[in-house]
């Protein structure tokens, strides 16, 4: 075990052991203490989330370690885990996750934001705006979202005279921004579970796919971060600090990246246009009232109230996800 691994145990186990001693004012803090030590220590989100879980666990059952275990899965993490909505939430975050790494994979967006960064008098500003295009087509995860626009603009931001720290911030406000205010995404499946579990303790029944609809439009941080990112691009505005940095990077004179063999734009495109077109189209096949044609406005609505939601989901991402994979270049 290596060095950073090993005081960090050792933090979890004395400070978990003076928790449960000690009848202390800092005891509610320690578990998201030791979830960020361990994140740290070992890069692992998942590890410092458990971490800190059984810690909290560990305290509540008074310094029982075995009981803790088994609590924090059956008392804590189970009931979590029911119902439809959630469970829907979890599937398709998995399959989104590998959705989006087939198509980074494909560099079908690394031929795109070359194709959109063209050449210009203001090299930089394209640059930026095809960093917060590729965002904005990146919505269905606001974490992969942020790992795309990074890796793959990062090369082409240093020829281009863009410092780290813009393109850092054009990611940023693509990713959640996006990602929230999109009709599908893992951050929105998220929500929709949120939303159910929130109308069921409240004793009425709603489908939250429509009450998730009728808040966009006040979604006020979401809109006002996006639009403040394209001012931010157009008027060449860099807000606190990052004027300093912007000013340290010198204008790059070196010619485009080459794109990597294989980097076809529609094996990045096609895959989330299917996402998005069997999406409304699962919705319709398994939602309206039957018979489904002729299809109006009622049968829609009534559609996207129905509860097939969680299956639409995954069902949506699957299908997106068996394209991209048919669409991988060969090379």
Not at 35 to 62: P, Q
Request: with cysteine; aromatic share 10%.
């Amino acid at each position: 075990m290596s060095r950073p691994k090993l005081i960090t145990l050792l933090i979890f186990v004395t400070g978990t052991a003076a928790c449960c001693l000690f009848d202390t004012t800092w005891s509610p803090f320690w578990p998201p203490i030791v979830a960020l030590l361990v994140i740290v220590a070992t890069r692992h989100a998942l590890f410092g989330l458990l971490a800190g879980g059984l810690a909290g666990a560990v305290i509540l059952t008074g310094g029982n370690p075995a009981l803790a275990v088994w609590s924090l899965f059956a008392d804590h993490l189970a009931p979590s885990l029911q119902g439809p909505w959630k469970q829907g939430a979890i599937v398709f975050t998995l399959v989104l996750g590998g959705f989006a790494a087939v198509l980074e994979a494909g560099g079908g967006f690394h031929t795109l934001l070359l194709r959109v960064a063209r050449p210009g008098r203001d090299r930089a500003r394209q640059m930026e705006s095809a960093a917060a295009v590729l965002g904005l087509l990146c919505f269905f995860d606001g974490l992969a979202n942020s790992l795309v626009v990074g890796r793959v603009g990062r090369d082409l931001a240093d020829q281009s005279g863009v410092a780290r720290v813009k393109l850092a911030y054009i990611a940023d406000s693509t990713s959640s921004a996006v990602a929230c205010v999109a009709l599908v995404s893992t951050w929105i499946a998220f929500q929709l579970s949120m939303i159910g579990e929130a109308y069921a303790l409240a004793g009425r029944d709603v489908n939250p796919y429509t009450v998730f609809l009728a808040s966009m439009p006040y979604n006020f941080y979401c809109w006002f971060t996006l639009v403040m990112m394209f001012v931010a691009i157009r008027r060449r505005y860099h807000p606190g600090p990052m004027q300093r940095f912007v000013n340290a990077v010198a204008p790059a004179s070196a010619p485009p990246l080459k794109v990597a063999p294989g980097g076809d734009i529609t094996s990045a495109l096609v895959p989330l246009g299917v996402l998005l077109a069997s999406f409304f189209v699962f919705f319709v096949v398994l939602g309206s009232p039957r018979p489904i044609l002729p299809l109006g406005r009622d049968k829609l609505a009534a559609a996207f109230g129905s509860e097939a939601g969680p299956l639409v989901l995954v069902l949506a991402g699957l299908t997106a996800t068996a394209v991209a994979v048919a669409l991988f270049p060969r090379q």
